[in-house]
């Protein structure tokens, strides 16, 4: 049976995309934009999941999903943010809200948290998720661990038992620094959230702040003051400044043992503090710095076991080092791996170390130099082919891939002519403003008409239809765009004017 | 951006050069709308486009269904597998034929029979 969702925001264009998305993807969607009629809708239908903004006018969000919670425990909850407004985030983790996304987001992130809580839901047998439920729930066998974290640069791998914490990563480019997080926190805080939480003020933190230990400090007092639980929380952060490929750290929590293994089959062993987080505000956090040659490689391993055998000396770091050594050829999956079936493998620690979760990432692999270019198309425009070859001249030299360069120029091109068609008037002045940058594996293209030519009182809503038909004219641009690139997102106001979001993974000369 | 027009056999084919986007896609339309009227068939030959909007082939995807309304041909020739792909995902593949050359183009239009002939012909020559 299809599940029903119901979409509540006030930004129509983002309603309608997401809408389209899941009905693409077989869900029965409704919207509204109008919180008051969301409950109303909601008090008569009985919805698997409601999707809802933070900000609106009568109600927000949260007032909202707590309110239709007592007409309906069972529904999941979702909310849309933006970010700095991560204490609403915690307030709404407290009323029952299963997860939240910051804006403005990707589709396929979307999807992908979607299909998540929906089969929680599943999995707890009924819509109506507890605590209890979840503590019943029979534990995995302590042998089977699952890969939480995948991608090119980072990979961690844990147990999914009662008793192992709950580990998370994030990474984040800026144009001088890399910043790298690796968390763990005991499952029992049974706060579902809260790696996505800290995550969201890592990277708030992470816009201004070029020092592990202020980062930690400040994280730490945030979380303080907005999370009523205590319970301790251990973060290894790292940031390599990228000039003068300088290295600093920070490391809380003593159960976490760090390595940085280099090219040279050199291993260092990170200075940890023996400082858990979230127990009191204002603490002083140590840092230390290294330099970091090209090729360095990141192991942590959360395991208080280890921790101490290595500090008590029962356990030698040779034998990591070996394991490290053997396996350097692998990529970070398989040194992650290797790394626990390693620790697995060691009788002395058999009970305790399964509990257990190994991160190996780097600062480097999949995250080239930062590419970021602006481009400002003045209107009304005399000959467009020149615009066509100024996108030939600026991708060429970025992106390997003859056809997903043609891909990519073809759905600017849609989403420029939209910018012309819809904020413009014919021969009038302005500028539509495009903006490429590289995120990991991915261009990120913003088309944007910035406002300044948006015409509102002719201003029609954007087409809302999807093309079907095949001589039918409208939507087909956005049906294009759709179809070429990975993820697609359009936001539009009376006040900010159209922004169209393009992504698509490509393979970038120089990698 | 410039669009060329020869005729052959009563045969109108267009042959653009450059991009059919913004302004090449309103050429292209204002052309299409005067040889609906006009032409018997009609052949574009894509050999010099490298881009197309969706404006265009929305443009294209009209004009072929009025052209088909009147039994008038309307063929594509040497489009680039770029824009094939998007003919391909819009939908557009399915409905029109795209050949390799003019001249192939030219024989899947065939000789205009006229009815007189036609009936000349089906009655055996007699």
């Known amino acids: 049976m299809k599940k029903k969702i119901l979409l509540v925001d006030d930004e129509e264009t983002l309603r309608w995309a997401l809408q389209n998305t899941l009905l693409d993807d077989g869900y029965d969607v409704e919207d509204t934009n109008d919180s008051v009629e969301a409950l109303e809708m909601a008090k008569k239908r009985r919805y698997d999941l409601v999707i809802s903004d933070l900000t609106m006018p009568a109600m927000n969000g949260v007032q909202l999903i707590a309110e239709i919670k007592k007409a309906n425990p069972s529904t999941r909850a979702i909310i849309m943010t933006g970010y700095g407004s991560t204490e609403a985030v915690i307030e709404a983790m407290h009323t029952g809200v299963s997860d939240f996304i910051t804006k403005p987001f990707k589709l396929e992130h979307m999807k992908k948290v979607i299909r998540k809580v929906l089969s929680e839901s599943e999995n707890t047998g009924t819509n109506a998720y507890s605590e209890k439920n979840h503590r019943n729930e029979e534990p995995l066998p302590c042998e089977v661990y699952t890969d939480k974290h995948k991608d090119s640069s980072c990979y961690i791998v844990q147990d999914e038992t009662e008793n192992a914490n709950r580990a998370f990563y994030d990474a984040v480019e800026t144009d001088d620094c890399l910043l790298a997080l690796f968390g763990s926190f005991s499952r029992e805080a049974g706060l579902e959230n809260l790696d996505t939480v800290i995550k969201t003020v890592f990277r708030y933190e992470a816009k201004t702040c070029r020092s592990p230990a202020s980062l930690i400090e400040n994280m730490n007092t945030f979380l303080c003051e907005h999370i009523k639980n205590r319970f301790p929380l251990m973060l290894f952060c790292v940031i390599l400044e990228k000039q003068g490929q300088k290295l600093f750290y920070s490391i809380c929590g003593e159960g976490l043992t760090c390595f940085m293994f280099s090219q040279e089959k050199e291993m260092i062993h990170l200075q940890s503090y023996p400082l858990f987080l979230n127990m009191f505000p204002d603490i002083s956090v140590p840092e230390q710095t290294l330099p970091m040659p090209a090729g360095n490689r990141f192991i942590v391993i959360d395991s208080n076991a280890v921790a101490t055998g290595i500090r008590k000396g029962i356990i030698q770091k040779e034998r990591l080092r070996d394991i490290l050594v053997r396996e350097a050829a692998g990529d970070c999956g398989h040194v992650a791996k290797k790394m626990k079936e390693g620790i697995d493998g060691w009788h002395e620690l058999a009970a305790d170390a399964r509990n257990c979760s190994i991160a190996a990432f780097t600062l480097e692999n999949g995250r080239g130099r930062p590419w970021k270019e602006e481009i400002s198309i003045s209107l009304p425009i005399d000959d467009y082919d020149e615009v066509l070859q100024l996108f030939e001249e600026k991708l060429s030299k970025i992106v390997g891939d003859e056809c997903k360069r043609h891909d990519i120029i073809t759905s600017v091109n849609e989403a420029v002519l939209n910018a012309l068609f819809f904020a413009y008037k014919e021969g009038e002045k302005g500028e539509i403003v495009l903006k490429f940058s590289r995120l990991g594996e991915e261009i990120i293209i913003v088309v944007s008409d910035r406002g300044c030519g948006f015409d509102t009182q002719n201003y029609e809503e954007p087409d809302t239809t999807f093309y079907k038909g095949i001589t039918k004219k409208d939507g087909r641009g956005i049906f294009i765009m759709k179809q070429l690139m990975d993820r697609v997102m359009i936001q539009s106001g009376r006040g900010t004017g159209t922004s169209v979001f393009l992504a698509k993974r490509v393979n970038f000369y120089g990698n | ?126």
């Open chain 2, 1 to 126: 951006m410039e669009i060329e027009r020869h005729e052959k056999c009563d045969v109108v084919v267009l042959s653009p050069k450059g991009n059919l986007v913004y302004d090449g896609a309103i050429k292209l339309e204002c052309m299409l709308k005067v040889l609906c009227e006009d032409a018997c068939a009609i052949i574009l030959n894509f050999r010099d486009v490298k881009y197309i909007s969706a404006n265009a082939l929305g443009s294209i995807a009209y004009y072929l269904s009025c052209f088909r309304e009147k039994q008038k041909g309307f063929k594509l020739v040497q489009t680039n597998k770029n824009i094939k792909k998007l003919m391909d995902i819009t939908g557009l593949l399915r409905i029109v034929e795209v050949f390799e050359n003019e001249d192939e183009a030219m024989s899947s239009i065939g000789p205009r029979v006229g009815k007189l002939e036609k009936t000349f012909l089906w009655s055996g020559g007699n």
